[in-house]
């Protein structure tokens, strides 16, 4: 999992929030020379992109090429797997792609299956458990709910459901979008 620095956390979860996964603006105390740090880094990483702006659409601007274009940053799928969101609708092959799946693995691919997670049950009381109550509920929790009830941070959130509940206990965390109501996460009940 790629080690995030607080900055980059809070420009990616910002870019999660809006629907076209611009990073910009960027945090108001990230200026000058540490902004093009942080946002090479992230470049290097493959956690945002440059696309060219949509001027027309308002987008913000990082920085403008040589021929008078804006180009904006986006959020990547990396990115936001980064933090813990999978991307709503995964990008499908582009057509005409060649790449039809063989019977035989790649020969740096290993055959034997992954040793399954270890399942751990969390003692009563604590938030973890708190936490798989409310995801065990008929509706659900959405992030918001979970920041409420556990006065946690929406990145802390995000990082339990993807961590310690989906790699460390093994559960299946799905999601759905929900009117009126936002993205819902929620797990099977027992």
Same mark, same amino acid.
Request: glycine share 8%.
């Given at each position: 999992?790629t080690? /995030? @620095?607080?900055?980059?956390?809070l420009?990616?979860?910002?870019?999660? $929030?809006?629907?076209t996964?611009i990073?910009? *603006?960027?945090?108001?105390? /990230?200026r000058?020379?540490?902004?093009?740090?942080?946002v090479?880094?992230? &470049?290097?990483?493959? /956690?945002i992109?440059?696309?060219?702006?949509?001027?027309?659409?308002?987008?913000?601007?990082?920085?403008?090429?040589?021929?008078?274009?804006g180009? !904006?940053?986006?959020?990547?799928?990396?990115?936001?797997?980064? %933090?813990?969101?999978?991307?709503?609708?995964?990008?499908?092959?582009? #057509?005409?792609? !060649?790449? #039809?799946?063989?019977?035989?693995?790649a020969?740096?691919?290993?055959?034997? *299956?992954?040793?399954?997670?270890?399942?751990?049950?969390?003692?009563?009381? !604590?938030?973890?458990a !708190?936490?798989?109550?409310?995801?065990?509920?008929?509706?659900g #929790?959405? %992030?918001? $709910?979970?920041? #409420?009830?556990?006065?946690?941070r929406?990145?802390?959130?995000?990082?339990a &459901?993807?961590?310690? &509940?989906k790699?460390?206990?093994?559960?299946?965390?799905? @999601? $759905?979008?929900?009117?009126?109501?936002?993205?819902?996460? @929620?797990?099977?009940?027992?």
């Amino acid at each position: 999992m790629t080690q /995030l @620095s607080n900055t980059q956390t809070l420009i990616l979860e910002a870019a999660a $929030e809006r629907e076209t996964r611009i990073a910009l *603006p960027l945090p108001e105390t /990230l200026r000058g020379g540490a902004a093009a740090k942080v946002v090479a880094a992230m &470049l290097a990483k493959g /956690l945002i992109e440059e696309v060219d702006a949509e001027l027309r659409e308002g987008d913000p601007v990082w920085r403008e090429t040589g021929d008078g274009h804006g180009v !904006t940053l986006v959020a990547t799928d990396a990115g936001l797997a980064a %933090i813990g969101i999978e991307p709503e609708d995964a990008n499908p092959a582009p #057509a005409g792609a !060649t790449d #039809a799946p063989t019977e035989e693995p790649a020969p740096d691919t290993p055959t034997e *299956p992954k040793a399954a997670p270890k399942t751990h049950t969390p003692r009563e009381g !604590t938030k973890q458990a !708190t936490l798989i109550a409310m995801l065990r509920a008929p509706d659900g #929790a959405t %992030i918001e $709910e979970i920041v #409420a009830a556990l006065d946690w941070r929406p990145h802390t959130v995000r990082g339990a &459901l993807a961590g310690a &509940l989906k790699k460390k206990l093994g559960l299946e965390v799905t @999601s $759905e979008k929900v009117e009126n109501r936002g993205r819902v996460y @929620s797990l099977p009940r027992d």
